[in-house]
Protein backbone atom coordinates (compact mmCIF):
# COMPACT_ATOMS: atom_id res chain seq x y z
CA UNK A 1 0.00 0.00 0.00
CA UNK A 2 0.99 3.76 -0.74
CA UNK A 3 1.42 6.20 1.15
CA UNK A 4 -0.85 7.98 -1.02
CA UNK A 5 -4.04 6.06 -0.60
CA UNK A 6 -6.59 5.88 -3.14
CA UNK A 7 -9.21 5.01 -0.68
CA UNK A 8 -12.53 6.95 -0.53
CA UNK A 9 -12.14 7.14 3.67
CA UNK A 10 -9.36 9.54 2.56
CA UNK A 11 -12.06 11.90 1.12
CA UNK A 12 -15.80 11.16 2.71
CA UNK A 13 -15.71 9.98 6.47
CA UNK A 14 -19.47 9.81 7.73
CA UNK A 15 -19.67 12.51 10.62
CA UNK A 16 -20.47 11.07 14.08
CA UNK A 17 -24.83 11.32 13.56
CA UNK A 18 -25.61 8.14 11.58
CA UNK A 19 -29.09 8.03 11.88
CA UNK A 20 -29.09 4.12 11.90
CA UNK A 21 -26.97 3.84 8.63
CA UNK A 22 -25.35 0.49 8.12
CA UNK A 23 -22.08 -0.03 8.93
CA UNK A 24 -20.25 -3.18 8.12
CA UNK A 25 -17.78 -5.08 10.07
CA UNK A 26 -15.18 -7.68 8.75
CA UNK A 27 -13.88 -10.09 10.65
CA UNK A 28 -15.63 -11.04 14.34
CA UNK A 29 -12.42 -11.34 16.47
CA UNK A 30 -11.59 -9.02 19.38
CA UNK A 31 -11.28 -6.14 16.90
CA UNK A 32 -14.06 -6.71 14.77
CA UNK A 33 -16.32 -7.17 18.10
CA UNK A 34 -15.22 -4.61 20.13
CA UNK A 35 -15.70 -1.86 16.75
CA UNK A 36 -19.30 -3.50 16.44
CA UNK A 37 -19.75 -2.83 19.96
CA UNK A 38 -19.00 0.91 19.62
CA UNK A 39 -20.80 1.45 16.02
CA UNK A 40 -23.91 0.22 17.78
CA UNK A 41 -23.62 2.53 20.82
CA UNK A 42 -23.10 4.99 18.22
CA UNK A 43 -26.67 4.49 16.48
CA UNK A 44 -25.51 2.52 13.67
CA UNK A 45 -27.20 -0.26 12.11
CA UNK A 46 -24.00 -2.88 12.74
CA UNK A 47 -23.71 -6.33 10.81
CA UNK A 48 -20.36 -8.10 11.40
CA UNK A 49 -19.67 -10.71 8.46
CA UNK A 50 -17.29 -13.20 9.37
CA UNK A 51 -15.45 -15.96 6.29
CA UNK A 52 -14.17 -18.27 8.85
CA UNK A 53 -15.35 -19.23 11.74
CA UNK A 54 -16.52 -16.77 14.90
CA UNK A 55 -14.65 -17.94 18.60
CA UNK A 56 -17.89 -18.88 20.60
CA UNK A 57 -16.90 -16.10 22.76
CA UNK A 58 -17.43 -13.87 20.82
CA UNK A 59 -20.60 -15.44 19.08
CA UNK A 60 -22.07 -14.93 22.89
CA UNK A 61 -20.93 -11.19 22.70
CA UNK A 62 -22.50 -10.13 19.27
CA UNK A 63 -25.80 -12.51 20.91
CA UNK A 64 -26.04 -11.03 23.82
CA UNK A 65 -25.50 -7.25 22.45
CA UNK A 66 -28.12 -7.89 19.81
CA UNK A 67 -25.74 -8.05 16.70
CA UNK A 68 -26.59 -9.09 13.47
CA UNK A 69 -23.32 -11.49 12.53
CA UNK A 70 -22.94 -14.29 9.81
CA UNK A 71 -20.23 -16.63 10.01
CA UNK A 72 -18.30 -19.06 6.87
CA UNK A 73 -19.55 -16.71 3.97
CA UNK A 74 -20.16 -13.33 3.32
CA UNK A 75 -23.56 -12.12 2.19
CA UNK A 76 -22.38 -9.57 -0.24
CA UNK A 77 -26.20 -7.66 -0.74
CA UNK A 78 -25.47 -6.82 3.30
CA UNK A 79 -21.99 -5.71 2.90
CA UNK A 80 -22.48 -3.55 -0.06
CA UNK A 81 -25.03 -1.69 1.25
CA UNK A 82 -23.02 -0.56 4.35
CA UNK A 83 -21.90 3.26 4.25
CA UNK A 84 -18.62 2.09 5.81
CA UNK A 85 -16.99 -0.74 6.25
CA UNK A 86 -14.70 -1.46 9.29
CA UNK A 87 -11.78 -4.36 8.18
CA UNK A 88 -10.13 -6.68 10.68
CA UNK A 89 -6.02 -6.40 10.29
CA UNK A 90 -6.05 -9.57 9.04
CA UNK A 91 -7.75 -9.59 6.10
CA UNK A 92 -6.13 -8.41 2.77
CA UNK A 93 -6.70 -5.95 0.44
CA UNK A 94 -6.74 -8.82 -2.20
CA UNK A 95 -9.35 -10.66 -0.33
CA UNK A 96 -12.55 -10.43 -2.67
CA UNK A 97 -15.46 -8.73 -0.68
CA UNK A 98 -12.66 -5.49 -0.21
CA UNK A 99 -11.41 -5.16 -3.85
CA UNK A 100 -15.64 -5.03 -4.23
CA UNK A 101 -16.07 -2.25 -1.59
CA UNK A 102 -13.09 -0.21 -2.94
CA UNK A 103 -14.27 -0.63 -6.57
CA UNK A 104 -17.89 0.25 -4.85
CA UNK A 105 -16.22 3.48 -3.37
CA UNK A 106 -17.59 2.29 -0.12
CA UNK A 107 -15.12 3.60 2.30
CA UNK A 108 -12.73 0.44 4.13
CA UNK A 109 -10.83 1.50 7.56
CA UNK A 110 -9.36 -0.03 10.42
CA UNK A 111 -10.93 -0.35 13.90
CA UNK A 112 -8.64 2.22 15.58
CA UNK A 113 -9.69 4.98 12.52
CA UNK A 114 -13.35 4.17 13.91
CA UNK A 115 -12.58 4.45 17.49
CA UNK A 116 -10.24 6.90 17.51
CA UNK A 117 -13.42 9.60 16.16
CA UNK A 118 -15.01 8.78 19.56
CA UNK A 119 -12.48 9.88 22.15
CA UNK A 120 -10.31 12.79 22.67
CA UNK A 121 -7.76 11.04 24.70
CA UNK A 122 -4.05 10.96 24.06
CA UNK A 123 -2.80 8.30 21.98
CA UNK A 124 0.42 7.31 22.34
CA UNK A 125 1.26 5.08 18.96
CA UNK A 126 3.76 2.30 18.83
CA UNK A 127 5.11 0.56 15.42
CA UNK A 128 7.96 -1.51 14.45
CA UNK A 129 8.88 -5.20 13.10
CA UNK A 130 9.62 -5.79 16.41
CA UNK A 131 9.61 -4.93 19.77
CA UNK A 132 6.63 -3.39 20.03
CA UNK A 133 4.17 -5.41 22.28
CA UNK A 134 7.26 -5.08 24.61
CA UNK A 135 8.11 -1.54 24.31
CA UNK A 136 3.90 -0.69 24.42
CA UNK A 137 3.87 -2.90 27.85
CA UNK A 138 6.56 -1.03 29.33
CA UNK A 139 5.15 2.29 28.29
CA UNK A 140 1.48 1.62 29.81
CA UNK A 141 3.22 -0.06 32.86
CA UNK A 142 5.10 3.47 33.81
CA UNK A 143 2.46 5.86 32.61
CA UNK A 144 0.09 3.49 35.19
CA UNK A 145 2.69 3.40 37.33
CA UNK A 146 2.99 7.30 37.43
CA UNK A 147 -0.96 7.63 38.39
CA UNK A 148 -2.10 8.56 34.87
CA UNK A 149 -5.30 7.41 33.65
CA UNK A 150 -4.21 5.02 30.26
CA UNK A 151 -5.66 2.39 28.54
CA UNK A 152 -3.95 -0.32 26.52
CA UNK A 153 -4.96 -1.28 23.31
CA UNK A 154 -4.04 -2.24 19.44
CA UNK A 155 -2.80 -5.63 19.16
CA UNK A 156 -2.86 -6.35 22.56
CA UNK A 157 -5.00 -6.78 25.01
CA UNK A 158 -9.08 -5.78 24.97
CA UNK A 159 -9.91 -3.91 21.38
CA UNK A 160 -9.27 0.03 21.54
CA UNK A 161 -13.26 0.55 20.12
CA UNK A 162 -14.55 -1.83 23.20
CA UNK A 163 -12.21 0.18 25.78
CA UNK A 164 -13.76 3.71 23.63
CA UNK A 165 -17.45 2.24 24.41
CA UNK A 166 -17.16 1.55 28.12
CA UNK A 167 -13.77 3.66 29.35
CA UNK A 168 -13.02 7.26 29.44
CA UNK A 169 -9.00 6.76 29.76
CA UNK A 170 -7.35 10.08 29.19
CA UNK A 171 -4.66 8.32 27.64
CA UNK A 172 -3.88 5.24 25.45
CA UNK A 173 -1.02 3.37 24.45
CA UNK A 174 -1.86 1.56 21.15
CA UNK A 175 0.55 -0.98 19.57
CA UNK A 176 -0.28 -0.65 16.25
CA UNK A 177 0.50 -2.82 13.36
CA UNK A 178 1.32 -2.07 9.46
CA UNK A 179 -1.73 -3.85 8.50
CA UNK A 180 -3.66 -1.28 11.00
CA UNK A 181 -1.91 1.82 9.34
CA UNK A 182 -2.74 0.58 6.17
CA UNK A 183 -6.34 1.39 6.75
CA UNK A 184 -5.66 4.69 9.18
CA UNK A 185 -6.99 7.79 7.26
CA UNK A 186 -7.65 10.96 9.70
CA UNK A 187 -6.49 9.44 12.80
CA UNK A 188 -3.67 11.06 14.62
CA UNK A 189 -0.82 9.72 17.16
CA UNK A 190 -0.02 12.45 19.57
CA UNK A 191 3.21 10.59 20.15
CA UNK A 192 4.30 8.09 17.45
CA UNK A 193 6.99 5.38 18.25
CA UNK A 194 9.00 3.71 15.09
CA UNK A 195 11.32 0.92 16.30
CA UNK A 196 12.81 -0.47 13.34
CA UNK A 197 11.76 -2.01 10.07
CA UNK A 198 13.18 -4.95 9.25
CA UNK A 199 11.38 -7.46 6.39
CA UNK A 200 8.09 -8.93 7.41
CA UNK A 201 4.45 -9.94 5.98
CA UNK A 202 6.63 -9.20 2.77
CA UNK A 203 3.45 -11.09 0.89
CA UNK A 204 1.05 -8.56 2.07
CA UNK A 205 3.38 -5.23 0.57
CA UNK A 206 4.12 -7.14 -3.23
CA UNK A 207 6.99 -8.39 -1.98
CA UNK A 208 8.50 -4.97 -2.05
CA UNK A 209 10.51 -3.86 1.38
CA UNK A 210 9.71 -0.07 0.30
CA UNK A 211 5.58 -0.08 0.31
CA UNK A 212 6.11 -2.05 3.78
CA UNK A 213 8.28 0.82 5.20
CA UNK A 214 6.00 3.59 3.50
CA UNK A 215 3.23 1.41 5.96
CA UNK A 216 5.18 1.99 8.86
CA UNK A 217 5.56 5.28 8.45
CA UNK A 218 2.26 6.07 8.50
CA UNK A 219 2.62 6.51 12.11
CA UNK A 220 3.45 10.21 11.62
CA UNK A 221 0.42 10.64 8.57
CA UNK A 222 -1.66 13.99 10.09
CA UNK A 223 1.13 15.04 12.75
CA UNK A 224 1.73 18.75 13.44
CA UNK A 225 4.14 20.62 15.06
CA UNK A 226 2.81 20.22 18.71
CA UNK A 227 3.62 16.20 18.61
CA UNK A 228 6.07 13.60 18.36
CA UNK A 229 7.58 11.57 16.53
CA UNK A 230 10.40 8.98 18.37
CA UNK A 231 12.44 6.37 16.21
CA UNK A 232 15.60 4.33 15.80
CA UNK A 233 18.94 6.68 14.68
CA UNK A 234 20.45 3.28 14.49
CA UNK A 235 18.00 1.72 11.66
CA UNK A 236 18.85 1.84 8.32
CA UNK A 237 15.74 1.41 6.84
CA UNK A 238 14.18 4.17 9.07
CA UNK A 239 16.76 6.87 8.08
CA UNK A 240 16.62 5.76 3.95
CA UNK A 241 12.81 6.88 4.21
CA UNK A 242 13.16 10.03 6.28
CA UNK A 243 15.92 11.40 3.97
CA UNK A 244 13.28 11.68 1.52
CA UNK A 245 10.50 12.85 3.62
CA UNK A 246 9.08 15.71 5.07
CA UNK A 247 8.03 15.06 9.12
CA UNK A 248 5.74 17.64 10.74
CA UNK A 249 6.07 16.20 14.01
CA UNK A 250 8.91 17.22 16.76
CA UNK A 251 11.79 14.68 16.12
CA UNK A 252 13.07 12.34 19.26
CA UNK A 253 15.80 9.72 17.82
CA UNK A 254 17.21 7.19 20.04
CA UNK A 255 20.93 5.74 19.40
CA UNK A 256 22.79 2.92 21.33
CA UNK A 257 25.80 3.49 18.73
CA UNK A 258 26.28 7.32 18.90
CA UNK A 259 25.31 10.30 21.32
CA UNK A 260 22.48 12.40 20.86
CA UNK A 261 21.35 15.74 22.01
CA UNK A 262 17.54 15.41 22.11
CA UNK A 263 16.32 11.95 22.60
CA UNK A 264 18.14 9.17 24.28
CA UNK A 265 21.81 7.51 23.73
CA UNK A 266 23.94 5.43 25.65
CA UNK A 267 26.62 6.84 27.79
CA UNK A 268 29.25 3.77 29.31
CA UNK A 269 26.66 1.67 31.02
CA UNK A 270 23.99 4.16 31.47
CA UNK A 271 20.87 5.32 29.28
CA UNK A 272 20.21 8.93 29.01
CA UNK A 273 17.47 10.98 27.81
CA UNK A 274 17.30 14.67 27.25
CA UNK A 275 14.59 16.39 26.67
CA UNK A 276 13.86 20.28 26.60
CA UNK A 277 16.04 20.43 30.08
CA UNK A 278 14.17 17.27 31.36
CA UNK A 279 16.87 15.05 31.87
CA UNK A 280 16.84 11.30 32.88
CA UNK A 281 19.66 8.84 33.54
CA UNK A 282 19.91 4.99 34.43
CA UNK A 283 22.13 2.24 34.39
CA UNK A 284 21.19 -0.74 32.16
CA UNK A 285 22.39 -3.02 35.05
CA UNK A 286 19.28 -1.52 36.78
CA UNK A 287 16.98 -2.55 33.57
CA UNK A 288 14.52 -5.26 33.74
CA UNK A 289 14.63 -5.78 30.26
CA UNK A 290 17.95 -6.87 28.91
CA UNK A 291 19.74 -7.39 25.72
CA UNK A 292 20.40 -5.04 23.45
CA UNK A 293 17.25 -4.83 21.32
CA UNK A 294 15.77 -4.17 25.01
CA UNK A 295 18.08 -0.78 25.21
CA UNK A 296 16.28 0.12 22.62
CA UNK A 297 12.60 -0.44 23.89
CA UNK A 298 13.29 0.80 26.76
CA UNK A 299 14.74 4.07 25.69
CA UNK A 300 11.80 4.46 23.16
CA UNK A 301 9.45 3.99 26.44
CA UNK A 302 11.70 6.34 28.41
CA UNK A 303 11.27 9.29 25.73
CA UNK A 304 7.49 8.98 25.56
CA UNK A 305 7.59 9.27 29.75
CA UNK A 306 10.00 12.18 29.57
CA UNK A 307 7.79 13.76 26.75
CA UNK A 308 5.07 13.51 29.52
CA UNK A 309 7.04 14.46 32.04
CA UNK A 310 6.78 11.89 34.25
CA UNK A 311 9.15 12.10 37.59
CA UNK A 312 12.58 10.16 37.19
CA UNK A 313 11.76 8.56 40.09
CA UNK A 314 9.03 6.62 38.99
CA UNK A 315 10.48 5.86 35.56
CA UNK A 316 13.68 4.26 37.20
CA UNK A 317 11.32 1.96 39.45
CA UNK A 318 9.37 0.89 36.64
CA UNK A 319 12.12 0.10 34.34
CA UNK A 320 13.33 -1.90 36.91
CA UNK A 321 10.19 -3.86 38.15
CA UNK A 322 8.91 -4.19 34.58
CA UNK A 323 8.05 -8.15 33.74
CA UNK A 324 7.82 -9.23 29.98
CA UNK A 325 4.24 -10.15 28.52
CA UNK A 326 3.70 -14.14 28.23
CA UNK A 327 5.35 -15.29 25.32
CA UNK A 328 8.38 -12.84 24.86
CA UNK A 329 10.95 -13.98 25.95
CA UNK A 330 8.99 -15.31 29.08
CA UNK A 331 11.37 -16.99 32.08
CA UNK A 332 9.08 -20.66 32.21
CA UNK A 333 11.25 -22.13 34.93
CA UNK A 334 14.54 -23.35 36.19
CA UNK A 335 15.08 -26.95 36.42
CA UNK A 336 18.33 -29.04 37.43
CA UNK A 337 20.30 -25.46 36.61
CA UNK A 338 18.87 -25.26 33.02
CA UNK A 339 16.69 -21.75 32.33
CA UNK A 340 13.49 -22.44 30.42
CA UNK A 341 12.56 -19.02 27.75
CA UNK A 342 9.28 -18.91 26.37
CA UNK A 343 9.81 -16.89 22.87
CA UNK A 344 6.76 -18.51 21.31
CA UNK A 345 5.97 -15.01 19.88
CA UNK A 346 9.24 -14.66 18.05
CA UNK A 347 7.38 -15.94 14.46
CA UNK A 348 9.89 -14.13 12.04
CA UNK A 349 13.94 -14.88 12.19
CA UNK A 350 14.16 -11.33 12.99
CA UNK A 351 12.31 -11.89 16.11
CA UNK A 352 14.67 -14.98 17.34
CA UNK A 353 18.07 -12.88 16.53
CA UNK A 354 17.04 -10.48 18.85
CA UNK A 355 16.16 -13.55 21.69
CA UNK A 356 19.68 -15.11 20.47
CA UNK A 357 21.54 -11.72 21.17
CA UNK A 358 20.36 -11.08 23.99
CA UNK A 359 21.37 -14.51 25.61
CA UNK A 360 24.56 -14.80 28.04
CA UNK A 361 24.48 -18.45 28.38
CA UNK A 362 24.71 -21.74 25.94
CA UNK A 363 21.78 -22.04 24.32
CA UNK A 364 18.89 -25.37 22.98
CA UNK A 365 17.37 -23.56 20.57
CA UNK A 366 13.72 -25.15 19.46
CA UNK A 367 13.05 -23.99 15.56
CA UNK A 368 10.72 -24.23 13.19
CA UNK A 369 6.72 -24.20 12.41
CA UNK A 370 5.62 -22.83 9.44
CA UNK A 371 8.36 -21.08 7.38
CA UNK A 372 7.31 -17.60 5.40
CA UNK A 373 10.78 -17.68 3.07
CA UNK A 374 12.59 -17.15 5.76
CA UNK A 375 15.98 -16.63 5.16
CA UNK A 376 18.15 -17.46 8.11
CA UNK A 377 21.15 -16.75 7.38
CA UNK A 378 21.26 -13.58 9.48
CA UNK A 379 21.41 -15.66 12.48
CA UNK A 380 24.22 -17.86 11.29
CA UNK A 381 27.29 -15.79 13.71
CA UNK A 382 24.84 -16.21 16.74
CA UNK A 383 24.14 -19.98 16.22
CA UNK A 384 27.73 -20.50 16.27
CA UNK A 385 28.45 -18.77 18.82
CA UNK A 386 25.86 -19.43 21.32
CA UNK A 387 24.19 -22.57 20.32
CA UNK A 388 25.11 -25.58 21.19
CA UNK A 389 22.01 -28.01 19.87
CA UNK A 390 19.02 -27.19 18.05
CA UNK A 391 15.27 -28.93 18.32
CA UNK A 392 13.17 -28.64 15.35
CA UNK A 393 9.45 -28.41 16.30
CA UNK A 394 7.43 -28.39 13.08
CA UNK A 395 6.26 -30.66 9.78
CA UNK A 396 8.77 -29.79 7.78
CA UNK A 397 12.28 -29.29 9.26
CA UNK A 398 14.22 -29.70 5.93
CA UNK A 399 15.04 -25.64 4.93
CA UNK A 400 16.47 -25.85 8.83
CA UNK A 401 18.90 -28.54 8.49
CA UNK A 402 19.97 -27.04 5.65
CA UNK A 403 20.78 -23.42 6.79
CA UNK A 404 22.03 -24.70 9.89
CA UNK A 405 23.69 -28.53 9.20
CA UNK A 406 27.81 -26.83 9.47
CA UNK A 407 26.98 -24.50 11.87
CA UNK A 408 25.91 -26.77 15.11
CA UNK A 409 26.28 -30.52 15.89
CA UNK A 410 23.47 -31.73 17.05
CA UNK A 411 19.91 -30.84 15.06
CA UNK A 412 16.83 -32.74 16.29
CA UNK A 413 13.57 -33.16 15.01
CA UNK A 414 9.97 -32.93 17.37
CA UNK A 415 6.64 -33.42 16.72
CA UNK A 416 5.19 -31.84 19.63
CA UNK A 417 5.59 -28.88 22.16
CA UNK A 418 6.50 -32.08 24.67
CA UNK A 419 8.64 -33.90 22.86
CA UNK A 420 10.46 -30.71 21.87
CA UNK A 421 11.14 -29.68 25.88
CA UNK A 422 12.58 -33.07 26.67
CA UNK A 423 14.73 -33.73 23.89
CA UNK A 424 15.68 -30.09 24.60
CA UNK A 425 15.95 -30.47 28.48
CA UNK A 426 18.25 -34.11 27.85
CA UNK A 427 20.69 -31.91 26.00
CA UNK A 428 21.20 -29.13 27.73
CA UNK A 429 23.63 -29.08 31.07
CA UNK A 430 23.60 -27.02 34.16
CA UNK A 431 24.09 -23.43 33.07
CA UNK A 432 22.69 -23.34 29.55
CA UNK A 433 19.08 -21.78 28.35
CA UNK A 434 16.96 -23.67 26.44
CA UNK A 435 15.22 -20.81 24.32
CA UNK A 436 11.86 -21.62 22.22
CA UNK A 437 12.34 -19.16 19.56
CA UNK A 438 11.07 -20.42 16.69
CA UNK A 439 11.41 -17.91 14.03
CA UNK A 440 8.28 -19.57 12.31
CA UNK A 441 4.47 -19.31 12.14
CA UNK A 442 2.62 -21.92 13.97
CA UNK A 443 0.22 -23.24 12.38
CA UNK A 444 1.14 -26.36 11.23
CA UNK A 445 0.99 -27.86 15.07
CA UNK A 446 -0.76 -25.38 17.15
CA UNK A 447 -3.67 -22.84 16.99
CA UNK A 448 -1.26 -19.89 17.26
CA UNK A 449 1.62 -18.78 19.00
CA UNK A 450 -0.52 -18.52 21.98
CA UNK A 451 -0.87 -22.28 22.15
CA UNK A 452 2.66 -23.19 21.35
CA UNK A 453 3.67 -21.13 24.22
CA UNK A 454 1.92 -22.31 26.66
CA UNK A 455 1.79 -26.03 25.44
CA UNK A 456 5.85 -25.54 26.25
CA UNK A 457 5.23 -24.31 29.36
CA UNK A 458 2.63 -26.61 30.29
CA UNK A 459 5.42 -29.65 29.16
CA UNK A 460 8.74 -27.81 31.18
CA UNK A 461 6.06 -28.10 34.45
CA UNK A 462 5.94 -31.63 33.56
CA UNK A 463 9.64 -32.58 33.49
Not at 159 to 185: H, K, P, W
Not at 243 to 261: C, D, N, V, W, Y
Request: charged share 20%.
Amino acid sequence: MNEQSNNPADQKLPLQGTGGARLAVLGGGESGVGAAYLAQQKGYDVFVSDFGAIPDKYKEQLQQWNIRFEEGGHTEAEILSAVEVVKSPGIPDKAPIVKKLIAAEIPVISEIEFAGRYTNAKMICITGSNGKTTTTSLTYHILKAAGLNVGLAGNIGKSFAYQVATENFEYYVLEISSFMLDNMYQFKADIGVLLNITPDHLDRYDYKMENYAASKFRITQNQTAADYFIYCADDAETLKVMEGKTIAAQQLPFSIEKTIETGAYLDNDNIVINIHQQHFQMSINELALQGKHNLYNSMASGIVAKVLELRNETMRESMGNFRNIEHRLEFVAKISGISFINDSKATNVNSTWYALESMSTPVVLILGGVDKGNDYSMLRELVKQKVKAIVCLGKDNKRIHDAFEDDTEIIVNTGSAAEAAQVAYHLAEKGDTVLLSPACASFDLFKNYEDRGRQFKDAVKEL
